[in-house]
């Protein structure tokens, strides 16, 4: 007769039945498995380390993770914990920067007195991230994009004798040889210059 295994941690025969229990989705999980997270959840509400609530659960890294990743429950409780313990480490730098620290005096290796200690650093970055439309600098304003530079135009001579196309300066073909020429500009920007052939030279026809 064969048996339906339900969830990893199914019972197994000869366990008893205390050292299962059965998980929101119905699925029966190891007892203690259970205690583990609970283990690690706690630790990790308390320090905001994976790791030190891993440590604390006796599991590894990637075994609390795995759990993260199966159990959408403990998902949520996880994410639960850190808010928790962002509220503590929040309350910690309100206390060193409003409430302030007591910091011994040592004088000739003895403690004299006290004295209180103020973080105004702690203090800048609570007000910057409870009124940060207050105390956060303004945003620099976009500076306007630049023009793109103007583009000189290329200057030719188009031989009408042989059709062939010098570059340069008016001019840079072949000369001597009593073929008209025609003066012209390719380009683009604020010249306005046409691109084509220009006007025939006085003349050129």
């Known amino acids: 007769m064969s048996t339906h295994r339900t ?3 199914a019972r197994r025969p000869g366990m008893p039945e205390g050292d299962v229990t059965r ?6 999980r190891s007892r203690a498995t259970a ?3 609970r283990t690690f959840l706690a630790a990790l ?3 905001g380390s994976v790791v030190a609530g ?3 659960a006796r599991r590894s890294k990637w075994a ?3 759990w993260r990743k199966r159990d959408p429950a403990f998902a949520r409780r996880w994410d639960d914990a850190l808010t928790i313990a962002l509220a503590s480490l929040e309350i910690e730098a309100y206390r060193r920067a409003v409430v302030g620290c007591e910091v011994p005096v040592v004088s000739g290796g003895k403690v004299v007195t006290t004295v209180r200690r103020y973080s105004d650093h702690l203090l800048g970055l609570l007000l910057r991230m ?9 945003r620099a304003a976009a500076a306007p994009a630049a023009e793109p530079p103007k583009k000189r135009p290329l200057r030719f001579t188009f031989r009408i004798g042989d059709g062939r196309l010098g570059e340069g300066r008016p001019g840079a073909g072949d000369a001597g040889d009593g073929a008209p020429e025609i003066d012209g500009a ?3 920007g604020a010249e306005g210059d046409r691109a084509g052939v220009g006007d025939p030279s006085p003349g050129a026809g």
């Not at 998980?23 to 029966?28: A, H, I, M, N, V």
């Not at 409870?130 to 303004?138: M, S, T």
Request: proline share 12%; net charge negative.
């Open 23 to 28: 998980g929101p989705d119905g699925t029966l």
């Open 64 to 66: 609390v993770y795995e």
């Open 130 to 138: 409870h009124a940060p439309e207050r105390y956060l600098p303004p």
């Open 54 to 56: 891993a440590v604390a």
């Open 45 to 47: 509400a308390e320090t």
């Open 7 to 9: 969830g990893r941690a």
């Open 35 to 37: 205690e583990a997270k």
């Open 186 to 188: 390719v380009g683009s």
